[in-house]
């Protein structure tokens, strides 16, 4: 057997390797996709049922946050 024959032979299982992994990783990827989709459902479910979880504390939370903030900004330039 010649070095080129070698490489050649070298470069197919490289290439078939290569194939094999890319198949692994798109089953991978199909097997992942249902769970995502449960954890979002059950995300979903949660807030509906916990009003705590909803949107509007969140908004509240956030705008305390950002009044907080300008805050501190104009006491930086006041002074």
């Not at 024959?5 to 094999?20: L, N, Y």
């Not at 509007?56 to 501190?72: G, S």
């Amino acid at each position: 057997m010649g070095m080129k024959d070698k490489f050649q032979d070298q470069s197919e299982q490289w290439q078939q390797q290569a194939k094999e992994k890319a198949q692994q990783g798109r089953q991978r990827e199909e097997q992942g996709r249902p769970r995502e989709e449960q954890g979002r459902q059950r995300e979903e479910r949660g807030r509906e049922q916990d009003p705590q979880r909803s949107g509007r504390p969140r908004d509240e939370e956030t705008e305390r946050l950002q009044r907080e903030e300008e805050d501190r900004f104009n006491q930086d330039y006041d002074a």
